[in-house]
């Protein structure tokens, strides 16, 4: 909408933003819908799998007080999925189900570590079919705390305990049968003072270790004790996930790999290497399975040689963790229980960035319009789906610089909005499904570059196949130039006309 005053032969032109004269081109897409979308299970967020072959799962709810068990009860779960029939049952719900931080089952019972409602952390176990509403039996009372990681083999349970003796961490093994804990190895020093996980073979305990992105370690110690033996540490980013299989030990990191190595010490593989944390892995029958991402977490195979090529199974989850293979399904958890068959292949989404309009009021398909100094501006950036399909909200950074290629101090500036990215990209009069940006006064007080980044790295950005082609115009940022305001012009009225024609003064 224009609304103009004449006066003579001058006028004033009051400039709406976001008017719009031209259409836009329209992109080509592949559309692909979503394929054998993730089941639910039910409401848990910490899974297991057992030495009997079945899976375990209950909810970490270990920061909530002791007021909300008393209220509500029933949001506390333990249940199993047997691995002969994938059937699902509810073993136990209230107040002494399992708040588990880790978990390990052997064939008998559940060995866990928690804070129960805001409590230090310490060790438990009960029998898998939840005890018939037995209190769990602590195993381990110490008022320094256990810390979250536990495994079990046939004779003991091993668990990280805060140390005071040497400052650090311990690991210990508490015998299954008499209850009685005892030192495996002192460790004075951690990367980051945090273990994250822990696995066993018939010799070894292995464990991986950091709290930052930059920094980590794969160690691991004989069972009896003794010296520690470094697995891998260089170039380590925060190792997490472990897992023993076979002849290998494979582990995952949040900096965004997966690896593995020979038994029991060798030179690392890597298996995977990307942009996104992972999380959780398993291997099963010569394949390897990972998940990743936060906000956009996936789930991904490939033969665990890492040899050919990745698949995607699954994405737009939301931190999916302790994955585990079971018979024909994947099994993981987010904020519930979910699985999908083993050989499932989805199509994933990927954007791509294919037109961008800068206006401050009016502007055509070119951008030929000129700009002025100080003026309200906003940018537009379009972009579509060149494949899949995906009804997450995509944002975008963009950048810019002086007239010299010089970064403006308050460069990047996010858009205004997130964007529900189409199949076939947007109209312009289609805000809901286009990126908005309002420059900041100093980008046009002279002539500028910008240039936008879609799902920019480093970022809680949504899912897509490819990152690397996000960023527009893609070979260097486009330059705009600006007009001086050589003339400044104010009107002030003098007087109007109302409807019967007489003139009236202000």
């Known amino acids: ?10 006028f004033l032109v009051l400039l709406l933003p976001l008017l719009v004269v031209t259409t836009k081109a329209t992109p080509q897409a592949t559309a692909a819908p979503l394929a054998n979308v993730p089941i639910d299970v039910e409401i848990s967020n910490r899974l297991i799998k057992g030495m009997d072959g079945n899976l375990y799962h209950t909810t970490d709810r270990s920061g909530d007080d002791a007021t909300v068990c008393t209220v509500n009860p029933e949001v506390y779960f333990y249940g199993r999925v047997t691995a002969a029939t994938f059937a699902h049952t509810n073993l136990e719900t209230g107040c002494d189900v ?14 866990y570590t928690a804070g129960n409602f805001g ?33 079990v083999d046939a004779t003991h349970a091993f668990f990280v ?25 002192p460790l004075p020093t ?40 470094t697995a891998a540490e260089a170039g380590v980013e925060m190792a997490y996930d472990i897992l023993v299989h076979e002849d290998f030990l494979y582990w995952t990191e949040l900096g965004g790999r997966v690896m593995r190595h020979p038994l029991p010490v060798g030179a690392p593989q ?12 398993d291997v099963a029958d010569g394949t390897l399975y990972y998940s990743m991402g ?10 665990a040689d890492g040899s050919g090529v990745a698949t995607l199974m699954a994405f737009d989850l939301h931190y999916p963790h302790d994955l585990y293979a079971l018979g024909e399904r994947i099994y993981w958890a987010q904020s519930r229980i979910f699985y999908l068959d083993k050989d499932t292949t989805v199509l994933g989404p990927d954007y791509e960035i294919y037109d961008y309009e800068i206006t401050q ?10 700009l002025v100094e100080d003026k309200q501006t906003y940018v537009r950036l379009y972009a579509f789906q060149v494949q899949g399909e995906s009804a997450a909200k995509a944002r975008a950074l963009l950048y810019g610089y002086d007239s010299e290629g010089r970064p403006f101090r308050n460069s990047p500036i996010w858009s205004v909005n997130k964007s529900d990215i189409q199949l076939d990209g947007a109209d312009r009069g289609e805000d809901e499904f286009v990126l908005l940006f309002e420059l900041p006064s100093n980008w046009t007080a002279d002539d500028f570059r910008i240039q936008a980044v879609l799902n920019p790295a480093g970022t809680q950005r949504v899912f897509e196949i490819d990152y690397d082609n996000n960023t527009w115009p893609e070979a260097s940022p486009a330059a705009h130039s600006v007009s001086k305001r050589d003339i400044c012009m104010i009107v002030y009225p003098v007087a109007a006309v109302d409807e019967e024609g007489d003139i009236i003064l202000p």
């Open 361 to 370: 009021g009016i502007q055509d398909g070119s951008n030929s319009l000129p």
């Open 98 to 111: 399992p708040q588990a931080r880790g978990m390990a089952a052997d064939a008998t019972h559940l060995y």
């Open 270 to 281: 890597v298996l995977h290497n990307g942009d996104d944390a992972v999380y959780s892995l």
């Open 190 to 229: 951690v990367v980051g003072g945090q273990i994250n996980d822990l696995d066993l073979d018939d010799t070894y305990v292995y464990w991986t270790e950091g709290s930052a992105l930059d920094a980590g370690a794969v160690r691991a110690v004989a069972k009896t004790g003794g010296a520690v033996f």
């Open 119 to 151: 409590g230090s952390g310490t060790a438990y176990r009960q029998p898998l079919d939840g005890g018939d509403g037995e209190a769990p039996q602590q195993v381990i009372t110490l008022p320094s705390g256990v810390q979250d990681p536990v495994a």
């Open 294 to 303: 936060f906000s956009n977490g996936s789930l991904w195979r490939r033969p």
């Open 1 to 10: 909408m224009m609304k103009r005053l004449l006066f003579g032969t001058l």
């Open 161 to 185: 305990i805060n140390d005071p003796s040497s400052g650090g961490l311990a690991i210990v093994k508490v015998n299954k049968t008499t209850l009685i804990m005892s030192m495996v190895v």
